[in-house]
Every structure is written in structure tokens, then in C-alpha cells.
């Protein structure tokens, strides 16, 4: 059973096996966490993404992490873009979670940090996007290290407020 935490800080000075981006469907980078993960791991992670794009909504594949060394992976992800919340924006946000669950264990990676999807541009509610994310990690416990990254108070204690919920 691993271990899974919130903490509150920069993504990009996660010191795990492999570090989550809330990417676009072209992997080219963009603003937000994906801006600031492919600012820091050199512009080969945009090189590498362009060869696996387009990645659909829910899907999620790995690159190397280049200049984030000693993170081993950058998993790319991409989240729904909020649009009232019956589109389907749940699922395909658990998906993303999953998704990049699974992928991190076929790459034996042992610890993975995850940014809060889907909640800066794509604009998903922050409250009900920690419980998305929350449920679907604690649904899929097969990577020793989870870390939840909040930017911010507000993302931090709603991801806190989400792992304590009754399972
Ligand atoms: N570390 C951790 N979290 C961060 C960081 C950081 N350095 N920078 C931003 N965040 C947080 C935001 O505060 C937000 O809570 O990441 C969360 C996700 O916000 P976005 O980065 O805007 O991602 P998303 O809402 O999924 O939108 C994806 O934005 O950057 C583009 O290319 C990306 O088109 C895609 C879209």
C-alpha cells in the first residue's frame, strides 16, 4: 500500500521518480505547470512530446525528463477543459489520474508528483476536481510515493480536505 501526500509548492522542484504535467493535446508545452515543467526541463521535453501528439483528453504518455534530472520520467497528461461539469469532465479527469498511475508502474517508476489537473486554464473547480483526483488515487494505490503538489492554499487544503475523506 503506498503512501500518498498534498503538499504545497513548485512542481518543478520535486525530486521523484517521474513528475505529472497538465499538458494540451500537442505536448508542446504551453503556460501554467506545463510552461513552467518544460522551462525546466530544456526544450528537448517539447522535442520528445511532438513525437507522441497528439494525446487525446484522459490519455497520458511518458518522455524522458531531460534537464529536471534527477526526475527519471515526465508524464504528460491532458485534462478536460471545464465546460459546466456534464460533459463527461469527471471521467476524463479520473482517467487522467489513472491513466498516468498505470504508466508510472510499467516504468517501475517508485514515487510521482501530480500537479491539480485541469484546474488553472481549463478552468475545473477546484473543490470537485481534489475529489476527483483524491478518489482516483486512493482507488489505485500502486506506486509507492503519490504527491499531490498544490500552487496554492486554496488547491493545498481542498486536496487535504479530499484525502481525508471516509474511503
Ligand atoms: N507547480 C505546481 N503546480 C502548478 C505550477 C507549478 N510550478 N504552476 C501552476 N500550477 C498549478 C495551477 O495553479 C493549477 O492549480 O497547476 C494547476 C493546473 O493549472 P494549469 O497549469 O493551467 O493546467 P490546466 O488547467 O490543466 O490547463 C492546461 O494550460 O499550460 C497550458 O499547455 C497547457 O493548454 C494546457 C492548459
Not at 504551453?30 to 490519455?59: F, N, S
Not at 531531460?66 to 471545464?82: E, K, M, Q, S
Not at 489520474?97 to 477546484?126: C, K, M, N, Q, R
Request: aromatic letters at 4%.
Amino acid at each position: 500500500m503506498g503512501t500518498i501526500e498534498v503538499v504545497l509548492g513548485d512542481i518543478t522542484a520535486e525530486r521523484v521518480d517521474a513528475i505529472v504535467t497538465a499538458a494540451n493535446e500537442s505536448l508542446l508545452g504551453g503556460g501554467g505547470v506545463d510552461g513552467a515543467i518544460h522551462r525546466a526541463a530544456g526544450p528537448r521535453l517539447a522535442e520528445a512530446g511532438a513525437e507522441l501528439a497528439p494525446c487525446e483528453p484522459g490519455k497520458a504518455v511518458a518522455t524522458p525528463a531531460f534537464d529536471l534530472a534527477p526526475v527519471r520520467y515526465v508524464i504528460h497528461t491532458v485534462g478536460p477543459v471545464w465546460e459546466g461539469g456534464d460533459q463527461g469532465e469527471d471521467e476524463v479527469l479520473t482517467s487522467c489520474y489513472l491513466t498516468s498511475l498505470h504508466l508510472a508502474a510499467e516504468l517501475h517508476v517508485e514515487s510521482i508528483a501530480f500537479p491539480a489537473i485541469a484546474t488553472g486554464i481549463y478552468g475545473f473547480p477546484t473543490e470537485r476536481a481534489a475529489q476527483v483526483a483524491t478518489r482516483a488515487v486512493r482507488s489505485l494505490p500502486i506506486i509507492d510515493l503519490i504527491r499531490l503538489v498544490a500552487f496554492d492554499e486554496e488547491t493545498c487544503r481542498a486536496l487535504t480536505a479530499g484525502l481525508a475523506e471516509p474511503a
